[in-house]
């Protein structure tokens, strides 16, 4: 929406500060003013967020909530372009006029993907917010620990590298979504089984606020060494 204003600066600012205080118009807006011969006032309605994994279950419960409820421009990120085109469907179907959702082809597990899927949303930073939510598990047909691996873990850490650049520095976050398998992982068992294959002291790392990279990879080097304990890994 553009604003073609005519009066003074400290007009201007009064306005604006009579919108704040009133908290509805310009709530959680980007708020952009230029200086020209003609004051232009520029807001910015939606704010942006990439959500991976975002086909089915809880990605895109998100997306939709994101899209309608919050009223922001999502960008849906799916491995497969039919399932993700179905998944966008799904969520315009019926949505109020000017829901904004797109679909992102990106599959975590692969490098040149998820570098192309970030070339491809470069025009449209900044994000307010990069969501991986991308992961999958046992109960998926054929996977073993090491595909485990690849996407929960070093997925997001790809995605995470990649659109970095895109976050807005302003108040934009990198979120990460997780099952309850990793507290109980730290535990040592759950489910009825023990899981992983290393001790708990060697897990403490990963409890930490400040843990580093080079504790997970030596944390993951263990696990690999010990075959996951109880889970195949090939």
Request: proline share 2%.
């Amino acid at each position: 929406v553009v604003f073609d204003l005519k009066f003074k600066f400290q007009k201007i600012l009064e306005n604006l500060k009579f919108l704040l205080d009133k908290g509805t118009i310009l709530r959680n807006h980007y708020i952009y003013i230029s200086f020209e011969t003609n004051i232009n006032f520029k807001m910015s309605v939606l704010k942006k967020v990439f959500v991976t994994g975002a086909n089915s279950g809880i990605g895109l419960a998100l997306c939709k909530q994101l899209a309608i409820e919050d009223n922001c421009h999502v960008f849906l990120g799916s491995r497969s372009e039919e399932r993700g085109k179905d998944a966008v469907a799904s969520i315009l179907a019926g949505a109020p006029e000017g829901t904004k959702v797109e679909l992102v082809i990106i599959d975590v597990a692969d490098d040149a993907s998820v570098n192309a899927a970030a070339a491809s949303l470069e025009e449209h930073k900044p994000f307010h917010a990069i969501v991986n939510n991308a992961g999958i598990g046992l109960a998926h047909k054929s996977v073993t620990a090491d595909m485990i691996y690849n996407v929960n873990l070093l997925g997001a850490k790809r995605v995470n590298e990649a659109f970095l650049s895109l976050v807005n520095p302003d108040g934009g976050r990198l979120v990460g979504t997780s099952s309850g398998v990793a507290s109980v992982y730290m535990k040592g068992e759950g489910f009825g089984k023990k899981l992983g294959g290393i001790t708990l002291s060697d897990r403490e790392p990963l409890k930490k606020s400040d843990v580093t990279w080079e504790q997970i990879q030596h944390t993951l080097d263990l696990e690999k060494s010990s075959n996951f304990g109880d889970i195949p890994a090939n």
